[in-house]
């Protein structure tokens, strides 16, 4: 096929590009019929209900095979936690390293498969998840519980167990941030992080959850936007645009013979440094094969433009299109066929077997440190929230039906809710130490705390001795309010984690202390 089409056509397969609307809108529209688009990505902001996304999917689809016979990707983050682009109406997925603390990796291989066979039915192709990153650097802004634990073994045990429920599920699973973004106290959609280390630490820790992914046949691989002066020498050269990573130690030396996405090109460790669009073309001259673009149509279609204008100028081989093009192809060739898909998939979603064994693990994954101390349902409690109010690529705005108050108030107990923002004012501190101070129970709920000076601040002005501590993200705030009367985590802030801490705040006889 690639003989058959035309340069512009081949191109276009090498762009994945977002946008913002619940339906086809004239962005995407005019990237599908007028620049061969070859891959869609959908966020929250696509989504609301399973029957939309079903029909936003198969009418993506439809636009597409009106102009092509080669279907679209049509991708999602759904790693699960608070990373989950689609909540409504699906089978809730732990955070990776909630999986890790509920401990069975066969529960973690059998409800990502779920989750993906449900990805399936809503008309997905491609799902940039796990995440094989190995989280040894707790002050990582990114990555996080995102990542399946602290070390290789816990990585490759959970990882792969999640990489084969993807691929049992039939669709493409995408294994990232490669090299790996684990060691970073910088998130690249912010700025440009750096690990440091040496080629054989790298070998042992870093790389060596890729190198088993590979081995297990994963499909696809997406970059990170990282430094690696081990791999590359230009100090300022992320993974995506470098040709050392890319070719010679991923294609090269690992033997990757999948397809190579790159993460978002608008994120600032690309957008602000040498630019989207440059950034594009560099990405494809290191080794990238779909080049991500999520937000903005003049970006997208100045993508387009500048591969075109490279190839015709002799800065790129039209055979290096063509090896990039067999790759997209080979992967699309094997997906399901998006015209076997239900039109309304709702009757397959969430089974109460599913539901029942998300509810399990998610229980499973809620942990202690100390005492597993109950609140008292009898007596009034104050749950104070340090809440997102910014939606983030990672970090999700809660409703005000999203919060542990609610879950807690819903099973009887007498609440009074505070919502404070991620970095409380002064004013905000004083005000919860005050209400605290005439409260019977008290339970603070935070979110990465330990990167917040603020949040600890006014953890330190709370009554220990009638406090909860609950970590809504990352588990190691646990560690700073040792006095506290009960700490306790489920390495996430979404729904289906504050209601297993709920369950576990009120149960009567709970899981041991961690």
């Keep these: ?16 590009a977002g946008f913002d609307a619940l339906t086809p809108d004239a962005q995407i529209e005019n990237l599908i019929r007028n620049h061969h688009l070859g891959g869609v990505i959908l966020f929250r902001r696509n989504t609301q209900t399973p029957q939309q996304v079903a029909a936003l999917n198969r009418r993506l689809q439809t636009i597409n095979a009106e102009r092509s016979g080669t279907p679209l990707f049509i991708a999602v983050d759904q790693e699960g936690g608070v990373v989950a682009r689609i909540e409504n109406g ?16 066969a ?30 650097n707790p002050r990582n802004p990114v990555i996080g519980v995102r990542a399946f634990g602290e070390t290789v073994a ?16 039939g ?33 042992v820790v870093e790389l060596a959850p890729f190198r088993a992914a590979i081995a297990a046949g994963v499909e696809a691989i997406m970059s990170a936007h990282v430094v690696f002066p081990a791999f590359e020498r230009d100090p300022d050269t992320p993974s995506t645009l470098s040709h050392a990573v890319l070719t010679g130690l991923l294609r090269e030396e690992l033997g990757f013979r999948g397809v190579v996405f790159t993460d978002c090109l608008e994120m600032d460790a690309i957008a602000k440094g040498i630019g989207v669009v440059e950034g594009a073309v560099r990405a494809f001259k290191a080794g990238a094969d779909v080049l991500l673009v999520s937000h903005r149509e003049d970006r ?59 509810k399990r693990i998610h229980a499973a994954a809620v942990s202690w440190a100390g005492q597993p101390n109950r609140l008292d349902p009898a007596r009034p409690a104050l749950v ?12 999700v705005v809660a409703t005000a039906e999203e919060t542990l108050g609610g879950c807690l108030a819903a099973r009887g107990m007498g609440i009074t809710e505070l919502r404070l923002p991620l970095a409380p004012s002064g004013e905000d501190i004083a005000l919860a130490a005050t209400r605290a101070g005439a409260s019977e129970q008290v339970l603070f709920v935070s979110y990465n705390a330990v990167l917040k000076p603020a949040q600890q601040a006014l953890l330190a002005a709370l009554p220990q001795e009638k406090t909860w501590l609950v970590a809504g993200r990352l588990p190691y705030d646990l560690d700073l309010a040792p006095q506290a009367h009960g700490r306790l985590a489920a390495c996430s802030n979404r729904p289906a984690a504050l209601q297993a801490l709920a369950e576990a705040l009120l149960r009567k006889r709970g899981p041991t202390a961690v």
């Excluded at 089978?91 to 990796?105: H, N, Q």
């Excluded at 816990?154 to 599920?169: D, K, N, P």
């Excluded at 104070?384 to 970090?395: A, N, Q």
């Design 154 to 169: 816990e990585v490759c045990e959970y990882g792969l167990a999640a990489l084969r429920g993807i691929q049992q599920a």
């Design 171 to 203: 669709i493409a699973a995408t294994a990232k941030h490669f090299p790996g973004h684990g060691d970073t106290d910088v998130d690249s959609h912010l700025g440009l992080p750096r690990v440091p280390h040496d080629r054989a630490r790298l070998d």
């Design 1 to 16: 096929m690639p003989s058959t089409l035309s340069l512009r056509q081949k191109i276009g397969q090498l762009l994945m």
């Design 90 to 105: 699906v089978t809730p997925l732990p955070s990776a390293l909630a999986f890790r603390t509920a401990g069975t990796p």
């Design 384 to 395: 104070i929230t340090c809440e997102v109010r910014e939606h983030t690529e990672i970090d």
């Design 107 to 136: 529960d973690c291989e059998a409800l990502t498969r779920i989750a993906n066979e449900e990805l399936c039915q809503l008309g997905f192709n491609v799902n940039f998840a796990p995440v094989l990153d190995v989280n040894n």
């Design 300 to 358: 997208q279609i100045a993508v387009i433009e500048a591969l075109v204008r490279a190839v015709e100028n002799g800065e790129i081989g039209e055979a290096r299109i063509d090896e990039s093009l067999a790759r997209i192809l080979e992967l699309k060739a094997r997906l399901p066929d998006w015209r076997a898909l239900p039109a309304d998939p709702s009757a397959l979603l969430a089974t109460p077997e599913h539901l029942a064994l998300s």
